[in-house]
């Protein structure tokens, strides 16, 4: 593979991110929802989310040929996949399924970002189906980096390669052979000139696993890829074809991040998320802005925290304060900045934003702090 292919894709996915949120705020302004099955997506980086917790995604950049997928409440097939690129270089695309954020893109609800110390488990189920007459990877990527960013290349990418079929390979070379989650596979390791890979190729065809993508990154970890104070930041499936791909199907795609892990005295170690939120906010015509604070109302410290809410229709973030926010509107999650990532019990922090809205105004209602509701004050 050539070593661009993942920079494109990621750099290409942007584009994806603003259809979303295009599509997201159409659906709202009509009384639709962006989780319907048996959705067909031939746009470029098309995407939609399905179980209100995950986003499905076309993600074509690596050729001008039609690509088309079907969406159902479970997974995707595509059923269109024309044309074809050297097996020697990237890929035509990666159409996939993710939890965490993609680029600014973040799916509903999630807890990821989440620093590496505080995961305790991440358990994860995916099932595929394969055809014949195409040249492809089954591709399970995980996504970490030292800082909680939801836009932009990561530092290090986890690949498991569920299945390989033709003459394609993972980036970088072989470097031996590894036991993780009590199968056996072949490890390569490279960078692709905008982060680090560390493949994990399957020696035989797996159609279907139940996982804890923890195991894999402990292995980044123990690497030197990765320490436990970087974060997770994206969980994905799906494929990358090279040539055809029609019928190539995610049947079912889970993944779930406990929060909880690290040891005593771990500053990444965090508390329950039980919580207070105060939202007070300026209106004008047409523009807003929010000042948001959170209060850690459990026992324990919160030590990185996402807030996750919907804002109503019409309305969307133009810019914001003290905290990074992955969508400018529908379902939004704030991530902590650097100087505000440790709630005390009983403590606060505070974020802001500035916005434009439509219609008559309403404040979101109802925000959960690392995927646990949170009170109104």
Same mark, same amino acid.
């Given at each position: 593979?050539?070593?661009?292919?993942?920079?494109?894709?990621?750099?290409?996915?942007?584009?994806?991110?603003?259809?979303?949120?295009?599509?997201?705020?159409?659906?709202?302004?009509?009384?639709?929802?962006?989780?319907?099955?048996?959705?067909?997506?031939?746009?470029?980086?098309?995407?939609?989310?399905?179980?209100?917790?995950?986003?499905?995604?076309?993600?074509?950049?690596?050729?001008?040929?039609?690509?088309?997928?079907?969406?159902?409440?479970?997974?995707?097939?595509?059923?269109?996949?024309?044309?074809?690129?050297?097996?020697?270089?990237?890929?035509?695309?990666?159409?996939?399924?993710?939890?965490?954020?993609?680029?600014?893109?973040?799916?509903?609800?999630?807890?990821?970002?989440?620093?590496?110390?505080?995961?305790?488990?991440?358990?994860?189920?995916?099932?595929?189906?394969?055809?014949?007459?195409?040249?492809?990877?089954?591709?399970?990527?995980?996504?970490?980096?030292?800082?909680?960013?939801?836009?932009?290349?990561?530092?290090?990418?986890?690949?498991?390669?569920?299945?390989?079929?033709?003459?394609?390979?993972?980036?970088?070379?072989?470097?031996?052979?590894?036991?993780?989650?009590?199968?056996?596979?072949?490890?390569? +390791? !490279?960078?692709?000139?905008? $982060?680090?890979?560390?493949?994990? %190729?399957?020696? #035989? &065809?797996?159609?279907?696993?139940?996982?804890?993508?923890?195991?894999?990154?402990?292995?980044?970890?123990?690497?030197?890829?990765?320490?436990?104070?970087?974060?997770?930041?994206?969980?994905?499936?799906?494929?990358?074809?090279?040539?055809?791909?029609?019928?190539?199907?995610?049947?079912?795609?889970?993944?779930?991040?406990?929060?909880?892990?690290?040891?005593?005295?771990?500053?990444?170690?965090?508390?329950?998320?039980?919580?207070?939120?105060?939202?007070?906010?300026?209106?004008?015509?047409?523009?807003?802005?929010?000042?948001?604070?959170?209060?850690?109302?459990?026992?324990?410290?919160?030590?990185?925290?996402?807030?996750?809410?919907?804002?109503? +229709? !019409?309305?969307?973030?133009? $810019?914001?304060?003290?905290?990074? %926010?992955?969508? #400018? &509107?529908?379902?939004?999650?704030?991530?902590?900045?650097?100087?505000?990532?440790?709630?005390?019990?009983?403590?606060?922090?505070?974020?802001?934003?500035?916005?434009?809205?439509?219609?008559?105004?309403?404040?979101?209602?109802?925000?959960?702090?690392?995927?646990?509701?949170?009170?109104?004050?």
């Amino acid at each position: 593979m050539q070593p661009s292919r993942h920079q494109v894709r990621r750099t290409r996915a942007l584009c994806g991110a603003l259809l979303t949120t295009f599509v997201a705020l159409a659906a709202l302004l009509t009384g639709a929802t962006t989780s319907q099955a048996d959705t067909t997506i031939c746009e470029e980086f098309g995407s939609t989310t399905i179980q209100g917790r995950y986003v499905v995604q076309n993600n074509r950049w690596g050729t001008s040929a039609t690509q088309c997928i079907s969406v159902t409440n479970s997974g995707f097939r595509i059923t269109q996949a024309d044309g074809s690129v050297p097996t020697n270089g990237a890929p035509k695309s990666y159409p996939s399924v993710f939890n965490g954020c993609h680029y600014t893109n973040c799916s509903p609800g999630t807890n990821l970002p989440a620093r590496l110390s505080s995961i305790a488990s991440a358990p994860s189920g995916i099932s595929y189906s394969y055809v014949s007459g195409a040249v492809y990877d089954a591709a399970y990527d995980i996504w970490l980096d030292p800082t909680p960013r939801t836009d932009g290349v990561n530092r290090t990418e986890i690949m498991i390669w569920f299945n390989r079929v033709g003459s394609v390979q993972p980036v970088g070379s072989p470097v031996g052979s590894a036991t993780v989650g009590g199968r056996q596979w072949q490890v390569w +390791s !490279g960078n692709n000139g905008g $982060n680090d890979v560390l493949s994990f %190729v399957a020696p #035989s &065809t797996i159609d279907s696993w139940n996982f804890d993508v923890m195991d894999f990154v402990r292995q980044a970890v123990s690497r030197g890829l990765a320490q436990n104070s970087w974060y997770l930041t994206s969980i994905q499936a799906g494929f990358e074809p090279w040539q055809n791909g029609a019928g190539l199907a995610v049947n079912s795609f889970s993944s779930t991040v406990n929060l909880g892990g690290g040891t005593p005295g771990d500053p990444g170690t965090p508390g329950p998320a039980a919580c207070k939120v105060a939202y007070g906010t300026s209106v004008w015509q047409d523009g807003f802005t929010a000042d948001v604070s959170v209060t850690n109302t459990g026992s324990s410290p919160v030590n990185g925290w996402n807030l996750a809410f919907t804002l109503p +229709s !019409g309305q969307r973030i133009t $810019n914001a304060w003290n905290a990074t %926010v992955s969508s #400018s &509107t529908g379902a939004v999650t704030a991530t902590n900045a650097a100087h505000n990532a440790s709630i005390a019990p009983g403590g606060q922090v505070s974020f802001g934003f500035q916005g434009t809205y439509g219609g008559s105004f309403v404040k979101p209602a109802a925000f959960s702090l690392n995927g646990t509701a949170c009170t109104s004050a």
